[in-house]
């Protein structure tokens, strides 16, 4: 089984730089992926980490450490439109490569 | 690519009643999930097709919700005899095969068991 860890509730300023944490423990692991979700809308597809170390995509990075289960969203360059939920969500290896959710972390951004 | 398509957005339902939802997916995709979702938590995985083939279900997933991809195309998820404690965001997703291919979610169906 899989069990991801990652804060409830976040809050940053317009303009600053916010790292949203995740922890995960799996009995096999092919990657990690991170989704925004707007109120009332679908998870949005934002990144999808295999190996270990830092892709950036314009203002966000993720980064991941696959021995230490771990992984960061870095936000940079806040802007009002980012208050979202961030998922993260873990995808085992083998099989059906379903992937597991964590509970979503939401991040509000205010002036 | 139109991306997945959901219908109805939303739907009110009395206790014991029978629902239906049904998902397109994107054309070119061959698997189909369904997830639920309610406030406050993540995408909590139902059941997922591989073309016309239900190849794993949720040990969560009740004998009152069934699932159809009857020609690997668009799906149907049912839920008979609904209970208040059904009432959430149903979601479908749809991928390609590859192992690094991400999910791509549909608005999702809100369901409200009164």
């Known amino acids: 089984g899989q069990n991801i860890d990652q804060p409830t509730e976040m809050t940053a300023t317009e303009g600053a730089i916010v790292q949203i944490n995740c922890t995960y423990q799996?009995?096999?692991?092919?990657?990690l992926f991170w989704y925004q979700q707007h109120a009332g809308e679908a998870p949005t597809f934002l990144s999808y980490?295999?190996?270990?170390g830092l892709e950036e995509k314009g203002r966000f990075s993720s980064f991941l450490s696959r021995s230490k289960g771990y992984s960061y969203l870095l936000l940079k360059e806040l802007q009002m439109k980012d208050s979202a939920s961030y998922l993260c969500?873990?995808?085992?290896?083998?099989?059906?490569?379903?992937?597991?959710f964590g509970r979503g972390t939401s991040l509000i951004v205010h002036p | 690519d139109t991306g997945v398509s959901q219908n109805p957005r939303h739907k009110i339902t009395k206790r014991g009643q029978n629902v239906t939802f049904r998902c397109d997916p994107i054309?070119?995709?061959?698997?189909l999930y369904w997830y639920r979702q309610t406030l406050g938590q993540g995408p909590e995985f139902l059941t997922y097709f591989q073309n016309e083939a239900q190849l794993e279900k949720s040990r969560l997933l009740s004998d009152r919700f069934s699932a159809e991809r009857p020609k690997g195309s668009f799906s149907t998820l049912e839920i008979q005899r609904t209970e208040q404690g059904d009432s959430a965001m149903y979601l479908c997703a749809s991928s390609l095969t590859s192992s690094d291919s991400p999910l791509h979610f549909g608005n999702g169906t809100r369901l409200t068991v009164t």
């Open positions: 980490n295999v190996l270990d």
């Open positions: 054309s070119e995709h061959n698997r």
């Open positions: 799996t009995s096999g692991f092919n990657g």
């Open positions: 969500a873990v995808r085992p290896s083998g099989g059906s490569y379903i992937p597991t």
